[in-house]
């Protein structure tokens, strides 16, 4: 089977400097695949080149990154407008950051649904409560009503993760998604992703430094290092069988 998103030697530098380094990796479908590495190794660069939401600063120079058989970098600036939230969900390292403090929570997840549906807005609201109820948000009333600091750290995780999935995308992207949130709410939110992915068939990229996260999670995982994959394959493989030097270090680390 074809894999959803398929990256070929996809470079991306800064002055002159090389960030991401003949980078390749697949995400296959209803599969997760986990981008490993340390501080500063690339990760939420390689997410924002899928998303060409790169810091101008930042120039893709060659390579393909294919969803579905569409080379995303190909596309005008108006089609992947239509690809970021559609075809491509994302959740980020800070939901307060990823919600406008000024409109509520209601508001904001519709905007996807009247962004990229031709729901009407009765079936919109009914939705919209059916996605909250899948992330394990009670009182969707409320929630739908309350501006983003209303709500607490946990909750707005999961309201940005019903927001990601509003609609129902071929790949979520996930950048360090638990970061910000305490320990025991990192294995809830961990907990809800794998629900999701197993309910609806996910295809999913999950970026993070935590490798129990990968294990957890992924079928296959790609180590980064400077920019370089050191690594890829099967995650039980790579776990008990570490070829790299960098990638040892890392599961060591982890136990
Ligand atoms: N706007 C920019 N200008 C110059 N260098 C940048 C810019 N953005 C990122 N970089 C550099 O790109 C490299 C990769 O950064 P990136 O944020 O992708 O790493 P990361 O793996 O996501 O790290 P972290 O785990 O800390 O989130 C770093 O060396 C960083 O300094
Ligand atoms: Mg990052």
């Given at each position: 089977m074809k894999p959803i998103l398929h990256i070929q030697n996809l470079n991306v530098s800064v002055a002159n400097r090389?960030?991401?380094?003949?980078l390749g990796f697949d995400v296959k479908a209803e599969k997760v695949t986990a981008l490993v590495g340390g501080s500063g190794s690339g990760k939420t660069t390689i997410g924002l080149s899928i998303l060409q939401l790169?810091?101008?600063?930042?120039?893709?120079q060659s390579g393909k990154i294919i969803l579905s058989g569409v080379n995303?970098?190909?596309?005008?600036e108006h089609q992947m407008r239509l690809v970021r939230g559609k075809d491509i969900g994302m959740v980020f390292q800070e939901p307060l950051h990823a919600?406008?403090?000024?409109?509520q929570i209601g508001f904001q997840i519709d905007e996807v649904l009247r962004y990229h549906t031709q729901l009407d807005h009765p079936t919109r609201i009914k939705r919209m409560q059916e996605l909250l109820d899948l992330v394990g948000l009670p009182d969707p009333e409320r929630i739908l009503r309350?501006?983003?600091?209303?709500?607490?750290g946990g909750m707005r995780q999961r309201a940005m993760i019903a927001q990601a999935i509003a609609a129902g995308p071929k790949l979520l992207i996930a950048d360090?998604?638990?970061?910000?949130?305490d320990v025991t709410l990192q294995a809830k939110i961990m907990e809800l992703f794998k629900k999701l992915q197993k309910e609806l068939g996910l295809s999913m990229l999950l970026i993070t430094h935590d490798l129990a996260m990968a294990q957890y999670m992924a079928d296959d995982i790609v180590v980064l290092s400077q920019g370089e994959v050191v690594e890829q394959g099967a995650c039980g493989h790579i776990m008990n069988f570490p070829k790299d030097d960098y990638t040892k270090k890392l599961i060591e680390a982890t136990l």
């Open positions: 090389l960030l991401i380094n003949n790169l810091n101008p600063a930042l120039k893709i995303l970098l190909s596309l005008a919600f406008n403090p000024l409109f309350s501006y983003p600091h209303q709500l607490s360090e998604p638990t970061s910000s949130l």
